[in-house]
């Protein structure tokens, strides 16, 4: 079975400062993963996946994460965040036609 | 091109009566996956669906629930006799392709309350 651990439900950080969001999954087969962002009142969009290939993706909004499989984990990070970084995040990984989303991780932007 | 557009946005039920969520995919796509979000947790899989077939509904509870995505118009997820914890926010996503296209496009989701 598939499972996704988001390890931070909240994350405050500094105007301007690195930012990672943590995530984790469990797999006993081949994995895609991906990084969602939901904003308030929002549907989810897509910040950036791993389908195969290199290991460090880089997404949308300046975001980048690293596949790594001996670890099983697929963090996502930003060297430098913005106030309009504040939203909700949400790892997953889909295997046939089913996405498995973690709890999502919260991210506030302090000015 | 308009996206994955769900209606309504915000639905209050009272308990016992049917509350019935709309999805339209973006143009072209033939591929709608529904998703329900409780408060503080991720999405949860219900059910995935092409023009009149369900492909794999292992997410959706035994009882109340029913999907469909009619040939002509939206898909639609009806709920019967809701509950108190049925109340969650409801997601429809779209794809142009099924399996093995990882791009699913998300509406904005129906909010979905249940006094």
């Known amino acids: 079975a598939q499972s996704v651990t988001q390890l931070d439900s909240q994350v405050p950080v500094f105007e301007e400062a690195p930012v990672e969001l943590r995530c984790n999954y469990s797999?006993?087969?081949?994995?895609?993963l991906f990084w969602y962002v939901q904003y308030p009142n929002q549907g989810l969009q897509l910040l950036l996946k791993y389908l195969s290939g290199s290991t460090l993706v880089k997404g949308i909004n300046g975001f980048e994460a690293e596949f790594n499989k001996s670890q099983t984990s697929f963090h996502l990070r930003k060297p430098s965040v913005h106030i309009s970084d504040t939203a909700e995040y949400f790892c997953?990984?889909?295997?046939?036609?089913?996405?498995?989303f973690g709890t999502g991780t919260s991210l506030t932007v302090i000015p | 091109n308009a996206g994955v557009m769900q209606n309504p946005r915000h639905l209050v039920r009272r308990r016992g009566q049917e509350a019935r969520l709309r999805c339209s995919p973006m143009k072209g796509h033939s591929h709608v996956y529904w998703y329900r979000q409780l408060p503080e947790e991720g999405l949860k899989f219900m059910v995935y669906l092409q023009k009149e077939n369900i492909i794999d509904e292992s997410g959706m509870p035994k009882e109340r629930f029913s999907a469909e995505f009619p040939k002509e118009g939206p898909s639609i997820l009806r709920i019967q006799q809701v509950v108190r914890g049925d109340s969650a926010a409801y997601f429809c996503?779209?794809?142009?392709f099924g399996t093995g296209n990882y791009e699913q496009y998300f509406g904005p989701g129906t909010r979905l309350t249940v006094t």
């Open positions: 797999s006993s087969v081949s994995v895609y």
């Open positions: 996503a779209s794809s142009l």
């Open positions: 997953a990984v889909i295997t046939g036609n089913q996405f498995y």
